[in-house]
Every structure is written in C-alpha cells, then in structure tokens.
C-alpha cells in the first residue's frame, strides 16, 4: 500500500470544505487528486469505472446525491448531468458546507444548459507535486515569509544539479515517489501516449498520434517562449505535411481543457518608461517531466545541454511556485518589454503585494540576473503599484542569502510554501 504524502492543497480542500457546499478538484490525471478528496470523503462514487452510477445519474440520481456526506464524484465529467444535481441539491438543502467534493481531469465545452456554479461550488486547482512535497526541498525559505519580509538565511541544501535533472525528468506525480529514473521515465512516455492515443481523441479531437505527437513535442521545443500558434503548426506541418492554424489552436484547447498546459500570461503594471510591453504568453507545461517525454530525451543528455535545460528547469521553478502561491492566491504572470528586457515570474497577492524573480540554473548567474532586476524595478512606476515586497533570483547549489543590493539568492531546493 502506498503512504499518503501530506499536499498542500490539504489545508486549502478543509478550508473550501468549510465554505462552501461542493468543492471541485481540478487538475491534470494522475496528480493526486483522487487520493487527496478520498481521505475527507465518507461515500465514494467512482464515475469512470463504475458503469452502475452512470444509470443512477439518468434514473435515481437520489440514491447517489443523499449518500452520507461528504460524497465524493470522482471524474465528474464523464456524467455531466451531475454538475446541475449536485448545485441543485445544495441549494435544497440551504448550502449546507462540505457535502460533495468532485474530481475532474478534464474541464467539459461549454454547454449553455449547466449552471456556473457561482455560489454553490469553490474550485481548487491541483498540479503534480512540488519538490517541497516530494521531499527534495527543505522548505527552509517560505515563499509567505518573503511576501511578509521575513527571510532567514541558509545554508545551500544538499541537493546537487544532476540530482535536481532527474527531479525535472520524473516530474511530481505521485505514483513516481521513490522509484527509479528510468521506470518513471517510462511512465511519464506512457502518460503522454494515453493523451495521445485515448484522452485528446475522447475531446474530439481526430485520433492521428504521429501528428499529435509532433505538436507535443514542438511544444515542448517551446518551453518558457512566447511560441505562436501559427508557429506551432508551421513546426509541426514540415515540408511534406500540412496543419492550419484553426486545428493547432483546436490542439492548444484540449491540453488546455485535459490541464496538461499552463501558459504564463504577461504582466502589465504602470511603467515610468513608454516603451510598449510584450503580451503573448509563455508556454508551458504542467510538468517539466511531459516536456522532457515529448522530446524523448533522457538526464545524460540534459546534463550536456544545460543552456536547453534552463528552460525545463524554469518549468520546474514554475510548477513549484504556482502550488506555493495557490494559498496564498497568488497570480503568476512575466514581464517583457520591446527591448527584449524581462523578468521570468511576477507573483501578485490579491492585496497588492508583489515580488519578481528571475530564475538562473546556473548560480554563476546570479549578478546578471540581480542587476537585471534592479533594472526592472526602476522601470516600474513604484507610485502606482509598491514596492516589491522581494526581488529574487532562483537558482540550483547555492545558500539562501539577500544580497547587500537586496536581491534575495533563493536555491530551490530551499523553497517552499
């Protein structure tokens, strides 16, 4: 039997439990969410394997919404229908908090006969785990503590670069804990012919895994870039084929929808200078792990290219991050102007707050990066927006410091939530 490892959606699933009557676990397959709404669920209804709850959704939906809460629907979209039961039944019973938890891989079109759920449903998004999670980071520099200026120095963690190249191989999915690089290699290439092959066809998109699978790994190509659309499918196509932009774009949606994809939006603030800022978003995906699958390249390889590996360990640095500032509800955006002058993540608080940081796999690259941040801060218009509450550059094998300029030097393997 595998041991539950402790996840920080665990505070965030009892919080919304308390506030609200269903709650929603999104995220990608395989993440964990099934285990996590299990261990607060009383009544289990599991919704892509148990035919027998499909017929009691169309003829005696009852029988399953007056369950012994909480109720949990695991893989809710494979019945639609109990989107609208579950709201409706909340509403009978006077929005009685906690009853239904649901669990779901993939977010259904839109369909002008379902509810929004506003007022009955909180959403918690859920990702592979986080270094922190898994037992690699420390967590002895708290992603909290900087927002509320309090930092403490550390010494580097034990955590070497190649060490951290198999962290980006094997992702954060939980049935890899503990196994070997090259079984969960296999597993991740696996996963992605499932997409492939099963999950991205059931979304209706045509079943052509060749193609496919080149549009994952152009993707992937294109981690941490602002890659267009017109680019990816002009990539994929190739001189002998051909891909319109309307299907790459068709492609970019059902990742989207499956959240296997995360793009990084660009951040906008008032700026002194009148220089125009870049827009597009960066793409990424879920896990650095799938990118690295898409490309069919193993940790030897990676550790001779670490100018490539950057961008999957950004992927890496990213991924943490959006699971640490999820509590904190935080949003995640870049910043780049015309001059080519960016800065890799931005971490906005609802309250205002605000810290960037640049991500250097290299720690030698840590001046550059550091003044590059000074740069950026004299370029934001501080009367309109604040002061930073931290400048950061993220790196791999160095102690936790702030530097005399202010900038913190923050390894990875000491962040955490």
């Not at 308390?18 to 099934?34: H, M, N, Q, R, Y």
């Not at 774009?249 to 939006?265: F, S």
Request: aromatic share 6%.
């Amino acid at each position: 039997m595998v041991t539950y490892r402790p996840r920080i959606a665990d505070g965030e699933l009892a919080e919304r439990m308390e506030a609200a009557g269903a709650v929603l676990i999104e995220g990608p397959k395989a993440c964990g969410k099934t285990a996590t709404a299990t261990r607060r669920a009383t009544t289990v209804f599991r919704l892509d394997t148990d035919d027998s709850v499909h017929d009691l959704v169309d003829t005696a939906p009852e029988l399953l919404l007056d369950a012994p809460p909480p109720v949990l629907f695991d893989e809710w979209q494979a019945a639609p229908k109990l989107w609208n039961l579950v709201r409706r039944q909340v509403d009978d019973l006077g929005g009685e908090a906690g009853r239904f938890l649901l669990t779901g891989s993939a977010t259904p079109r839109d369909d002008v006969t379902r509810h929004s759920g506003a007022g009955r449903y909180s959403i918690l998004r859920m990702r592979p785990m986080s270094l922190f999670e898994t037992g690699v980071s420390t967590g002895a520099v708290s992603l909290a503590d900087l927002f509320d200026g309090d930092f403490t120095a550390s010494m580097a963690p034990d955590v070497t670069v190649p060490q951290l190249v198999d962290c980006i191989v094997t992702g954060g999915w939980p049935a890899l804990l503990d196994v070997p690089v090259r079984v969960a290699q296999r597993w991740v290439v696996d996963y992605l012919s499932s997409l492939v092959e099963v999950d991205m066809p059931q979304m209706g998109v045509r079943r052509d895994p060749a193609t496919l699978r080149r549009f994952l790994a152009s993707l992937a190509r294109g981690t941490g870039t602002e890659l267009s659309t017109q680019a990816i499918a002009t990539d994929v196509a190739g001189p002998d084929r051909t891909l319109d932009r309307d299907t790459a774009a068709g492609y970019l949606d059902i990742l989207n929808r499956l959240m296997v994809t995360e793009d990084l939006p660009a951040w906008a603030p008032h700026m002194r200078s009148a220089t125009p800022l870049r827009k597009s978003a960066a793409r990424f995906m879920v896990d650095p792990s799938l990118a690295v699958a898409a490309l069919g390249v193993s940790p030897e390889q990676l550790l001779r290219d670490l100018n490539a590996t950057g961008f999957l360990f950004e992927s890496l640095v990213l991924r943490d991050l959006r699971v640490y500032s999820q509590p904190l509800r935080g949003r995640l955006a870049r910043w780049r102007d015309n001059n080519n002058h960016e800065v890799d993540i931005i971490i906005t608080l609802d309250d205002g707050r605000w810290g960037a940081l640049e991500v250097k796999m290299n720690p030698a690259a840590v001046d550059g990066a550091a003044a590059s941040l000074l740069r950026f801060k004299d370029k934001v218009d501080l009367d309109k927006v604040g002061e930073p509450a931290f400048l950061g550059v993220v790196t791999t094998r160095t102690a936790a410091m702030r530097r005399q300029d202010g900038v913190h030097v923050l390894p990875i393997a000491a962040l955490g939530p």
